[in-house]
């Protein structure tokens, strides 16, 4: 509902609404008395071009008014059927102010538009600027921390808890390579029971997520352990 309020319904579905809000202007306009032709179908296209602009911005809008004219000259202005210029001066003042009013509302569609993408932008933006500001934080923290002394194991589990809160993740585990292409030890943990899982021994190989970091270079990302099959997960930290 809020894609839809601030004008960012996808494209094809944007599109196949302008369709169907002109398609249904043209049903509403077939009842309406020969008297008040052309003037009164013009009013409920220009509507359809309005929701049309309203559901997906400036492109739907502008296909709605193109499509609205074309309908409204064929069916609704004198002689019906044929392609025609207005007849009159009452016709011809009917087009133009459907020409502006669809003018105007196609640039407030196109502005709108352009104005919750910048929203967008800017809320990701800030959402960045939060998060690398608190990485930032974190880093200072740990750095704060191992200057003031104390045991490596007691600076292990402060890092642990400090990042799992900087990362908003339920755990965090610290793994230490004994030697080069042995297993890794786990030294540290946060978000598990106390001495569930440190000094666990996990494999340095390309078949486990911390073996084939080591080995990339880079983070490895896994978004659900279940379900990935690049990885084999110890027993019990998959448990937990």
Request: charged share 15%; glycine share 8%; aromatic share 8%.
């Amino acid at each position: 509902m809020r894609e839809f309020l601030r004008g960012e319904v996808r494209t094809p579905i944007a599109y196949a609404a302008a369709f169907a809000c002109v398609g249904a202007a043209w049903l509403l306009s077939q009842p309406v008395p020969p008297a008040a032709l052309p003037h009164v179908p013009l009013l409920i296209f220009a509507a359809a071009v309005l929701a049309s602009g309203a559901i997906g911005g400036q492109g739907p809008a502008l296909l709605a008014a193109c499509l609205s004219a074309l309908i409204a000259d064929y069916f609704f202005l004198p002689i019906a059927g044929t392609w025609k210029f207005p007849g009159s001066v009452s016709d011809a003042l009917g087009f133009a102010a459907f020409a502006l009013l669809t003018a105007l509302a196609v640039w407030i569609a196109g502005t709108t538009r352009r104005r919750a993408l910048d929203a967008a932008r800017a809320d990701t933006l800030a959402i960045t600027l939060e998060v690398e500001a608190r990485h930032r934080q974190t880093l200072l923290e740990l750095g704060a921390r191992s200057l003031a002394g104390g045991s490596i194991d007691a600076i292990c589990k402060d890092a642990a808890t400090v990042t799992a809160d900087a990362l908003e993740v339920e755990h965090c585990a610290i793994l230490e390579l004994k030697r080069e292409g042995g297993p890794l030890v786990v030294v540290s943990a946060a978000g598990w029971e106390t001495g569930t899982v440190e000094g666990l021994n996990v494999e340095a190989d390309a078949d486990t997520q911390t073996g084939y970091a080591l080995y990339a270079r880079q983070p490895v990302i896994v978004n659900d352990a279940d379900s990935d099959a690049r990885f084999s997960v110890p027993a019990i930290v998959r448990a937990h």
